[in-house]
C-alpha cells in the first residue's frame, strides 16, 4: 500500500508548483524529452552505482530503464493533474528487487541519481512552460522542492516495501529450512514421495553427497535454556564454518545447537574422494570459544543415516569437557562408549559388590580405583603398576586382597579385572 504520509507530500509539492505558474503546459514539454532523458539517466546510474554494473543478472538493466521511465511518466502524470496513486508501481520495483536480493542501498543510490536528473528536466520544462508572469526563482524553488519531496517520498516507500517483502521472503525460507531441518533428523523413508520430493528440491538427494551432525552447547547446560544465549551459541559456531565450502543447516533442538553439514564427496566418479567433512570441521570448531563444548558425528554417506549421525554427535559431546571442548565421535574410546551405555541401561543389573566396593574406595581417598587402573595400565604387571603409583609392590598386593575380599573376584586375573574395571566405571559415571 502506499503510504498517506508520502502521498501527502507529493500532492503538496505539486500543489506548490500549481501556485508557481509551472503545471500549465509543462506536461507536454516533460513527454517529449523523457525517452532522452532515461537513456541518460539510465547510463549515469549503471556508471555512478556499482552494483548494477557488478551484476551479471540480464534483467537488471532493463529493467532499471523501464523503473526510471516509470517514474518519469509518474512526473509527467503529475504535472498533468494526476494523483500520487501513480507510484504504486513503486511497491512492484521494491518487491522484485527483495526477490533477486539486489541491495537497497544500491536502490537507494540510484534515486540520488534520479534526484538530480528530474530536477534538472522538471527546471529546464518548467521554465519553457511557465505562465510569462511567474517569477523564475519561484519556478526554480518549486521545482527543487517537489523534485526532493518526489524522491524523499518514493525511496521511503521503496525501503519499507523492500523490508517488508524481504522479512516476509525470509519467514518463508525459515519456515522450508525449518521443515527440511526436522525431515532429515527426524529420519525417512526413501517410498515417501513428499519428503523425497522436497528433499530432491532443496539438493539433499544429489550424488556424492555425505553428511556430518554437529551438536554444540554451553559449558553451562542451564545458559541453553535462555533462547537468546542460546541462539548467540548458533551464531558462533555458525560463522566458524562459514568460509567453508559447506552447505549447513543450523537449529536449536532439545538445548542443543544443532547442525546438519552436507558436502560433495568427489567431484566426479574419476577423481580422489576429499578429507572427510568431520576432518574439516575440526579444525574451524576448536576457534570457536572456551564457553561452548562441541561434539561432531561420522561421516554419513546418505540423509537417511543423518539421525544416526545425531546420535554420534550427541554421544561425542558427552565426552567433551573444558580440557577437550571438541570431540569427534570416531575418536571416543570404544571402551568409554560401552561404559556410557551400560551406565544408562544397566544399573539395576550392576553386581551386589559393586556399592561396598565404592564405599571402601571413597573411605581410601580413591586409592582401591586408581590401583585397578594403574594394573591394568601396566599391562597388569603389578611392578609397573607400584613405580606409576609410587608405592611398594606389597602396597599393591594389599590392596589387590582387600578388593578381592569385597568382591570375591580376583583382580590379578584378566577376567576378574576387566569386570571390575567396567562394574565400576558404569557405577561412577551414573553418579
Known sequence: MNSPAEIARISAAVQR?????????????LQAGATTVVAALSRTVQNEVPAFSASRNPDLGPELEAHLAAHLDAVAAFAGGGTANEVSFVLEHARRRAEQKFPLDAELASYRC?????????????????DPAAHARRVV?????????????????????????????????????TELFKLLLGGYDESDRRAAQMLRRAGYLEQRQSFCVVVARSVDPREMENAPRAQRMADAVTAAIRNLPLRVLVGIRDNLV???????????????????????LMPPLRTVGPA??????????????????????????????????????????????????????????????????????????????????????ADMNALKAAAALQRHPNTIYARMQ????????????????TELLLATSCAAADQ
Open 292 to 377: 561452548a563444548l562441541i561434539g561432531v558425528s561420522r561421516d554419513a554417506p546418505s540423509t537417511s543415516h543423518i539421525p544416526a549421525a545425531l546420535r554420534e554427535a550427541k554421544i561425542a559431546l558427552d565426552f567433551a569437557s573444558v580440557g577437550s571442548r571438541v570431540v569427534p565421535f570416531a575418536h571416543v574410546p570404544l571402551r568409554d562408549m560401552l561404559v556410557r551405555v551400560a551406565s544408562e541401561q544397566l544399573q539395576s543389573s550392576l553386581p551386589a559388590w559393586v556399592a561396598p566396593m565404592l564405599e571402601a574406595d571413597r573411605k581410601s581417598r580413591g586409592t582401591l580405583l586408581a590401583t585397578l587402573r594403574a594394573y591394568a595400565d
Open 114 to 130: 534520479l534526484h538530480t536528473a528530474l530536477r534538472n528536466w522538471l527546471q529546464d520544462a518548467a521554465l519553457q512552460s511557465a
Open 141 to 177: 524553488a518549486a521545482v527543487a522542492e517537489f523534485a526532493s519531496e518526489y524522491v524523499n517520498a518514493v525511496s521511503t516507500l521503496l525501503t519499507a516495501e523492500y523490508v517488508s517483502h524481504t522479512r516476509s521472503l525470509a519467514e518463508a525460507e525459515g519456515d522450508r529450512r
Open 258 to 280: 544443532t547442525i546438519i553439514v552436507s558436502g560433495t564427496q568427489r567431484l566426479s566418479g574419476w577423481t580422489a574422494p576429499q578429507l572427510l567433512l568431520a576432518d574439516r
Open 402 to 417: 582387600r578388593i578381592h575380599e569385597l568382591t570375591g573376584l580376583n583382580p590379578l586375573s584378566f577376567n576378574a579385572l
Open 17 to 29: 508548483l500549481r501556485e508557481a505558474g509551472v503545471l500549465r503546459t509543462v506536461a507536454r514539454v
